[in-house]
């Protein structure tokens, strides 16, 4: 991104600079189409997984509501699908979301039976972004195909998964830079060709005309590399969090009276999510802060909430676990010396705390 800083031209531009900053752009569309299987024409830059997920989601609806006005997502989905589904019901749509098992998986038969006539988009997260849990999207995928419906995935967590559309059977996938590493401010929509959606942001014809204003350039050339590195190594590098990812889990589930969230193996290799009984999230981070250990109880998103997670309620966590829910997310960073030093603060903050909370109880 430095080596383009006094590239501050408009991509849209006649002259020969505008061209220059084209250029570039289109090069970066193309190298992140390559890493998705996809055609540089299939590629929308926005600017981040939250608007990609809405241009998906309102996208589909406004342009294919003469065919249907029904869409089926899951209860543990990202707010910005959840939300953009109760906006559209307000505005005629109607929406199933779909239960979730206590490791997070949706039941197949169910979304079979969920599916009417009036079917127009399944949307499922590919991995949740809380607790970790990777659904089969390409069994989904065939699924909506066999049906003639429009499948959209939120893969914004999913980039060391596989990405290849086409064996994820996918209509639409959205993308967030941040997640790899990237600078924030850009993220993108793959919109398979052919699929009929609407704009959400009206103005010139940038994008496709399906997403106008001057694209965010210097974002998008770091958004471009960090997917690159991202796939670099990646076998190794899901071999290594791996095995930090499940020395956490088994150092932390020897602290009394834990309950790990989302499945054992079909999660993410850099996502532990725990509820410990009798405590409560706010606390633990903040003591853990003070030891230098920076984790969320759920969605970063929406952090600054008080309260119980929607993803943690639909696993039907007991609420005496769910109040003492903490989500560690590791990075090719990370240490086995830094595992050790969370695993032991967290100890020593949970056995000075809980007979604190005994006290208060009586």
């Known amino acids: 991104m430095q080596q383009y800083e006094d590239l501050f031209y408009n991509p849209s531009s006649f002259h020969d600079l505008g061209s220059e900053a084209k250029k570039i752009l289109e090069n970066c569309r193309s190298r992140i189409a390559n890493l998705l299987n996809a055609s540089s024409q299939e590629i929308v830059f926005t600017s981040g997984g939250t608007e990609s997920n809405n241009l998906a989601v309102k996208g589909i609806a406004f342009?294919?509501?003469?065919?249907?006005?029904?869409?089926i997502t899951t209860k543990i989905d990202h707010d910005s699908i959840l939300n953009t589904c109760?906006?559209?019901?307000?505005?005629?749509?109607?929406?199933?979301?779909?239960?979730?098992?206590k490791e997070g998986l949706i039941d197949i038969e169910k979304l079979k039976s969920a599916i009417t006539k009036d079917t127009i988009l399944i949307?499922?997260?590919?991995?949740?972004?809380?607790?970790?849990t990777i659904q089969n999207i390409a069994e989904i995928g065939k699924i909506a195909q066999?049906?003639?419906?429009?499948?959209h995935t939120d893969a914004c967590q999913a980039y060391s998964l596989d990405l290849d559309v086409k064996k994820l059977n996918v209509s639409l996938l959205t993308l967030n830079s941040s997640k790899m590493h990237g600078p924030k401010g850009?993220?993108?929509?793959?919109?398979?060709?052919?699929?009929?959606?609407?704009?959400?942001?009206?103005?010139g014809e940038q994008e496709f005309n399906l997403r106008s204003g001057t694209e965010n350039l210097q974002a998008i050339i770091g958004?471009?590399?960090?997917?690159?590195?991202?796939?670099?190594?990646?076998?190794?590098?899901?071999?290594?969090?791996?095995?930090?990812?499940?020395?956490?889990?088994?150092?932390?589930?020897q602290i009394l009276d834990v309950k790990l969230n989302g499945h054992q193996t079909l999660?993410?290799?850099?996502?532990?999510?725990?509820?410990?009984?009798?405590?409560?999230?706010?606390?633990?981070?903040?003591?853990?802060?003070?030891?230098g250990i920076y984790v969320s109880s759920g969605s970063a998103c929406?952090?600054?909430?008080?309260?119980?997670?929607?993803?943690?309620?639909?696993?039907?966590v007991p609420e005496e676990y769910a109040r003492g829910t903490l989500r560690f997310t590791l990075s090719k960073y990370n240490t086995e010396e830094e595992i050790d030093h969370v695993s032991k603060m967290l100890n020593k903050i949970v056995n000075n705390l809980k007979p604190k909370l005994i006290e208060v109880q009586k």
Do not use: M
């Not at 949307?123 to 970790?132: C, D, F, M, P, R």
């Not at 066999?146 to 499948?151: A, C, D, G, Q, S």
């Not at 509820?275 to 003591?287: M, P, R």
């Open 86 to 101: 109760k906006y559209l019901e307000k505005n005629g749509f109607k929406v199933t979301y779909l239960d979730v098992d």
């Open 267 to 291: 999660r993410l290799p850099n996502n532990v999510n725990v509820s410990i009984k009798g405590t409560e999230s706010e606390t633990l981070i903040l003591h853990l802060n003070d030891f």
């Open 186 to 203: 850009a993220g993108l929509l793959y919109i398979k060709k052919g699929t009929k959606i609407e704009p959400l942001i009206h103005g």
């Open 63 to 71: 342009a294919n509501k003469s065919k249907g006005n029904h869409i």
């Open 123 to 132: 949307s499922v997260i590919y991995a949740n972004n809380e607790i970790g």
């Open 302 to 316: 929406s952090s600054n909430k008080i309260g119980i997670s929607h993803v943690i309620k639909a696993l039907k």
């Open 223 to 253: 958004f471009a590399k960090a997917f690159e590195l991202s796939q670099e190594n990646k076998e190794q590098t899901i071999k290594n969090l791996t095995n930090l990812r499940d020395k956490l889990i088994k150092n932390i589930l």
């Open 146 to 151: 066999e049906n003639n419906i429009i499948f």
